[in-house]
């Protein structure tokens, strides 16, 4: 039989070659490896709530198949989920949105991507605040575009300042991310930041591209980008989906809101790449974007218990010596600082120089998945999810503790 031989060594496109594969789904790989091979590992890697598909989303898809609604759908998605969508921006801005103007995508993660290819050429910088989510480099990368930095830490609470922002602009600046409550920091600004940050903007033509996919899972009032800054609502690009505040991660739903000429050309790359998300997945997605008493209180019961773990593990995290975590605000994660934690032995002499070092070790010693801050362009600090039992949550900190210990 024949097959693929090493011989032949394809040639890839330059846009690849700077490309470094997701992190977090390298350590999930990895995880499986070990898994497969019976080794029992807690992982804090994967992003996801850990709550399975409420039953009323489920019985939507469920649905849909029994009704045949398996052929193809309008690029951008059917025209009751993208009223629906409009209607749910509509209510979280306070801004008017027409069907027009969103586009269903497969997961927040496409509508990123593609807004990066509608907006960006050659030589254009997006500015992105670090520690920032691991794909969104990488996807401005991949629109050719350059990625421009703006590192923050504790000191600010991991958010950028508005002078941290005016220096940072220049005039090839076409956008912004922001990413509140943030991924890997929990960072949420509150609305005094914003304002300062539109501030900064309001005199140039910078586009915002807000992606709010956390902002039903707060520990806090959550500001809105559009709602402090309503005046920037013809240049931000509203990013949200279905993944996290409904646990619907495999389904692939999210969606963008923004200005009809950017949101279609987004349609339009859409037409000849996915054409649209699974139609299955669009008729769930229509469930879970219908306002419903059931899934508010469904939703308020899954972030209740993301409370309680992030007080567990921030407890259990500040009690390692050498480790520092800040509480976060919002999402599923805790980024503590381990920079004590480096360049001396732990507790079996091993000495770590990297985070990166550190996640290997703690998942070969203390079998627990961590993903390194290098990943979030922040070395000196690992990402946890505490979207996992407490039971998990308890017996990962003791194997963290352990492995770590003097
Ligand atoms: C900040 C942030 N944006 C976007 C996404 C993408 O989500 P989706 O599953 O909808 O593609 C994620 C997922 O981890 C995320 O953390």
């Known amino acids: 039989m024949n097959s693929i ?61 029994a009704q045949n609604q398996t052929r193809y759908t309008p690029t951008g998605g059917i025209a009751e989920l993208r009223r629906a969508i409009a209607q749910r921006v509509e209510l979280d801005t306070g801004i008017a949105y027409t069907p027009n103007q969103i586009s269903v995508t497969t997961g ?12 960006c050429d050659e030589g254009d910088e997006v500015i992105v605040p670090a520690p920032y989510w691991v794909s969104y480099v990488e996807q401005v990368r991949l629109a050719g575009a350059t990625p421009v930095i703006i590192h923050t830490d504790e000191s600010t609470a991991f958010k950028m300042t508005a002078d941290q922002l005016a220096t940072y602009l220049t005039p090839r600046t076409r956008a912004l991310i922001l990413n509140t409550p943030s991924n890997p ?4 600004y509150d609305a005094a930041e914003l304002r ?30 559009l709602r402090v800054a309503p005046d920037f609502a013809s240049r931000t690009l509203v990013v949200n989906g279905a993944s996290k505040t409904y646990a619907m991660t495999g389904w692939r739903i999210g969606y963008i809101a923004g200005p009809e000429p950017i949101v279609g050309a987004i349609r339009a790359i859409q037409s000849h790449s996915t054409t649209h998300p699974a139609s299955i997945a669009q008729y769930a997605a229509l469930m879970a974007f219908t306002p419903s008493d059931e899934l508010d209180q469904t939703v308020a019961a899954m972030v209740h218990a993301f409370k309680e773990r992030r007080d567990l593990i921030v407890e259990a995290l500040n009690h390692v010596p050498g480790v520092e975590c800040m509480v976060p605000d919002g999402a599923f994660y805790v980024f503590p600082n381990i ?37 979030f ?3 000196g600090y690992v990402r946890l ?22």
């Open 196 to 225: 300062s940050l539109a501030e900064t903007l309001r005199n140039t033509d910078v586009l915002v591209l807000t992606d709010e996919i956390y902002d039903a899972i707060c520990y806090v009032d959550y500001a809105r980008w």
């Open 185 to 188: 920091t929990g960072a949420v």
């Open 385 to 406: 999810s505490f979207a996992q039992s407490n039971a998990d949550i308890s017996e990962g900190m003791r194997r963290f503790a352990e492995a770590v210990g003097a």
């Open 377 to 379: 362009g922040a070395p």
């Open 108 to 119: 927040a993660k496409e509508a990123i991507f593609l807004a990066f290819q509608a907006l």
């Open 339 to 375: 920079t004590s934690l480096l360049n001396r032995p732990l507790h079996d002499g091993t000495v770590c120089a990297t985070a990166n070092d550190l996640a290997n070790y703690l998942l070969e010693r203390a079998l627990i998945g961590v993903v390194p801050g290098e990943a």
């Open 5 to 65: 031989t090493q011989e032949y060594r394809p040639r890839l496109s330059n846009r690849l070659a700077q490309l470094e594969p997701s992190a977090t789904v390298g350590l999930g790989n990895r995880i499986a490896q070990l898994r497969a091979q019976g080794i029992s590992i807690i992982s804090f890697g994967q992003g996801e709530p850990d709550f399975p598909t409420p039953e009323l989303i489920k019985a939507a898809a469920v649905e849909a198949i």
